[in-house]
């Protein structure tokens, strides 16, 4: 059942990801009206399938092998690494990566206006909305504890896949038609059922407080989410690695501020690198890989492939982990494995414009 | 999690009604050729319509009560009458409302050839072969508890569901769409999500040959269910009375045949009626009642509605039995009915005439 606890990391990333980001001082309706292009950066629609397939298809690989590698780690021992400066080296990587990825562009193609590295304040001072949302969202985790136990914690996270698809339609104004609603829900079934174990039923007696404040988590992490794919698509032709380099710079403030206030002490003494380990180092690398998975999925396809890919990540995990770990799946894994296979069918043949 | 138990008997109607019908030296396709009329009986599509939410309403309240009745009786104690008579009684009142039904209808609309008793040998000789298929699977039912044991046996009967489906479409050449066939296999994972308790997972040890045995079980189950109700749409307009007189006669014979072989120096010392409480005639009053609606759905409706209809009944008797008797819900049912609620959605959204 250790798979489970694989879950609780599993968004990290996009929460690293998302709590640089900023919307700063500009209407919503503005971010969404210049939004989803029906081809997106001048692409073609067959190449717009393609590169669709492949960063989600990444993602979900990515996801998976992250939370298999969580556990490897927790088996080789206790994190003895701060965790603060595993943060900043990701983000540090990421933005390596974005600058690598520019300059191979900048040296093909030449500097033009849409990767250009050189941004105004009215284009980076977009994302503080998301990040505020995520920091409330971090700041109520520790009080939910307080009403919900773990297991029950792990259940109610699921509330995110409907809060997601929620905001997704009324945020971006995007239509799921009737059937891809009821493979949305069935996702949500279907992942909650997989994650069933003897402890789930503590749930059941979260009080009131309990379920308000997740509910509320849900859709701040929900709305995060939907906010950044608006940012992103705002401006199409612009190159993501620009947009990327830019998050992750935020990314990499926020995450030197946390080492300040948290761990200053240890870095100072046992130095920045401390206690990393081969599995740290593989770690770090895939986390910066699935975060900019996430980013070119926002991009290239939007936050209801995340939630299906990130859903299906989790249950490639658990399969992986019989062979690796020797974990043992349940019938409730199963049965919830079927759910999702047919919200994910259901949500292939659901699609609004094939009906009309 | 008492309420699992009752699935266990709510088959036992469909069970005995079918025991005795027969299909004997029929060719299959001459059965099937002409049946399935667009409306039955002459029904226009409105009142074909309104008969049908009639009957299905009824076969799920009665399917329901009957399975608390069940619970309610365990609880009274043990069962002190002999179940053979029980069976027995059920098959004469069935008999005695069919008659007292026909009486009204030959004083209203006069003897005709579709609602007089008398049949012909062509007519009545068509119903061992379900009953063959029946008794097949009742002896099976006493060899695979070597190979499983009670929960998971529970679960495997679930498989019923699916081959009720696929011999559904081959039998009587019915055709689901595609999003009826996902909402099947959801209502199957669903009902089996709903069962799930911590015994469940039981089923994963099941042995090659428990999986044989099940899925042939689940097989016979479905085509004599299947046959059955090619047999009583094969004439659309004869009165459904007058088949379901013949079908209980034949259970009354059978019934009487199993009274003799295994009660038969009970009942001559202690009486026939020996151990009947007023909760033993409500159960029989309810299982006669529950297998007329049986019938009437499978030749106003079909197998499909049956079988959400017993399955609505199984989730309906878990609610009722938390007030009743004080049973808790389990988030595995919360899951399950969400599943079986949008298979339940799925299905009538997704008819292929709609689509087409």
Known sequence: MEYRKIKDQENYEDASQNDIESLHGKPLSGVVTNSMPSSVGGLNNKSSWKLKSIVTLALTLLTSSQAILIVWSKRAGKYEYSVTTANFSVEALKCAFSLVALARIWKSQGVT?????????????????????????????????????????????????????????????????????????????????????????????????????????????????VYTEAIIKKRPSRNINVQNFWLYIFGMVFNLIAICIQDYDEVMNKGFFHGYSFITVCMIFNHALSGIAVSMVMKYANNIVKVYSTSVAMLLTAVVSVFLFGFHLSLAFFLGSTVVSISIYLHSIGKPQAQK
């Open 113 to 225: 206006e849409d990767n250009k590295l050189s941004t105004s304040f009215d284009e980076v001072s977009v994302y503080p909305i998301p990040a505020i949302l995520y920091l409330i969202k971090n700041l109520l985790q520790y009080y939910i504890f307080a009403y919900v136990d773990a297991p029950a914690y792990q259940i109610l996270k699921n509330l995110n896949i409907i809060s997601t698809g929620v905001l997704y339609r009324i945020i971006l104004k995007k239509k799921l038609s009737e059937i891809q609603w009821a493979a949305f829900i069935l996702l949500c079934a279907g992942c909650t059922t997989a994650q069933l174990n003897p402890s789930s039923d503590h749930v059941l007696q979260t009080p009131l407080q309990g379920w308000v404040m997740a509910i509320v988590m849900a859709l701040l992490s929900g709305f995060a989410g």
